[in-house]
């Protein structure tokens, strides 16, 4: 969420300008310390099956409307999502060093509420707790060395290759990292990603806040990754989102939305002229020019140390819908997510702003500000990347030839027909047997018949005697 602390009246103090291009010798420099060096087991601030887990925490939320009502809504964690979540915190720990140790603080934990929680909807979410440069770090950095540089992204990478050792088990995962946390994942997509092609298609996506991932101008690939894309649509996989938030454009000297950053380093000539500042807007299903409607999602309990204003409600959460838009837009060698107050006139809400000031726009709220958004997309993602998982279908077995028409035709049986060699046989002829009844005198002739096979006899002739008168 912060990325930064006031100190005092002297205002904003951030990054030196060669802190991040320092990270830019961990790829050569990692390779030679790993093999021997003595790993510590991770502590993790959020894990499945911890007893107490801030990234499953309650989602209860009061959605506020511009004209003063409200609801309550009851958002279900996932019972077994198919995908993981690896979250990167921000910088917040307030101890006096200039690297943290690895005690879970009420600061990682509220962060973790704040920014992972929500994910918990659609993904397990593994945090590990990471030697980061410290809030007082940040407020002195000429303490700030390489080797306290190393020591913070050396101990994000450690945690990620523990965790695809013990926990992953081939799933796919997303990666969400905000300020100083998406420094360190941009650092280590191109360290242990970018290159290597079984982990590009386990990378469901990134999400990479508030760390000026660069594209070259119009593009989506190249810049800072070589072979992970920009996303470019909702459901789309192994790609980025980024962006940092303003509510006018960067001015010149801006610490994020251009190329050259006096927070996060200079450019050079080659890079101001070849490449920009990617942003992906969360708010829409397919990339363009246009505003999107952002998904507020707001906690109200405070991170310990950091006195800036929270909403007030009942619940944990509060959502505010319908109150921004966002809308990518490069202009003057900048390149940002436009933030657009379009809530009613009156509207009750509390609004976001630039409380350290234009060069650093609303980089304090860059994940909250889309946070439903960023988590509706991870579902989508999810969907296409369990889609891309299943088996190919088996293919259909060769078929034999068509046989010719005429072979398709009905065929019956041929009517029998006689030979004419073959003598039909006779019918059969019927048998009769005379009878004589005799009745009144007179007599009477009966025949009963029976049929036999025909056969040629003689009947015998009588002759009949007349009556004598």
């Not at 499953?56 to 003063?68: I, K, L, N, P």
């Not at 969360?282 to 998904?295: C, I, N, R």
Request: glycine letters at 8%.
């Amino acid at each position: 969420m912060h990325g930064v602390l006031t100190n005092g009246s002297s205002g904003p103090i951030g990054w030196r300008a060669w802190l991040l291009p320092a990270l830019g010798v961990v790829a050569l420099v990692v390779p030679a310390l790993t093999p021997g060096a003595a790993r510590a087991e991770t502590t993790w601030l959020c894990k499945p099956g911890l007893s107490e887990n801030p990234c499953e925490s309650s989602e209860e939320t009061t959605v506020q409307f511009g004209d003063g009502s409200s609801s309550v809504e009851h958002p279900l964690l996932a019972s077994n999502p198919s995908i993981d979540c690896f979250y990167v915190y921000p910088t917040v720990s307030g101890q006096s060093t200039v690297n943290s140790n690895r005690v879970i603080e009420p600061e990682e934990q509220q962060v973790a509420i704040d920014q992972a929680s929500r994910f918990s909807q659609q993904c397990k979410v593994y945090a590990p707790m990471y030697p980061q440069l410290t809030v007082h770090a940040i407020q002195h950095p000429e303490e700030i060395t390489l080797g306290a540089q190393l020591t913070a992204y050396l101990g994000v990478q450690q945690a990620f290759q523990e965790y695809l050792t013990k926990y992953n088990g081939g799933r796919g995962f997303v990666l969400i990292g905000h300020s100083q946390g998406a420094l360190m994942l941009k650092q280590l997509i191109k360290n242990e990603i970018d290159s290597n092609a079984t982990l590009r298609n386990r990378l469901v996506s990134a999400i990479l806040l508030g760390g000026n991932v660069l594209v070259p101008k119009g593009g989506t690939v190249g810049g800072d990754f070589q072979n992970v894309p920009a996303c470019q649509s909702a459901g789309q996989t192994h790609c980025v989102v980024a962006y940092s938030s303003f509510l006018n454009a960067p001015p010149e000297g801006a610490n994020f939305g251009r190329v050259s950053s006096p927070l996060l380093g200079a450019a050079t000539a080659e890079q101001e002229a070849k490449d920009e500042v990617l942003c992906v807007n969360p708010a829409l299903a397919t990339q363009s020019a246009v505003a999107g409607p952002l998904l507020r999602y707001e906690a109200t309990t405070a991170i310990p140390g950091f006195p800036f204003p929270v909403p007030s409600a009942p619940t944990p959460w509060v959502s505010m819908p319908e109150q921004y838009t966002g809308q990518c837009e490069h202009t003057g060698g900048a390149s940002w997510l436009q933030l657009r107050d379009v809530g009613p006139h009156e509207d009750p809400r509390e609004t976001v702003a630039e409380v350290l000031g234009p060069t650093w726009g609303t980089h304090l709220n860059d994940v909250n500000i889309a946070l439903g958004n960023l988590v509706n997309m991870t579902g989508q993602q999810a969907a296409t990347y369990a889609v891309e998982q299943l088996p190919p279908e088996t293919p259909a077995p060769p078929q034999p030839p068509a046989p010719p028409v005429s072979s398709l035709l009905p065929v019956s049986p041929p009517l029998a027909s006689p030979s004419p060699t073959t003598p039909r046989p006779a019918a059969p002829r019927k048998k009769c047997k005379m009878t004589v009844k005799r009745r009144h005198g007179t007599r009477k002739q009966q025949a009963a018949c029976h049929k036999t096979p025909a056969r040629k006899h003689k009947r015998p002739r009588h002759k009949r005697k007349r009556p004598a008168h």
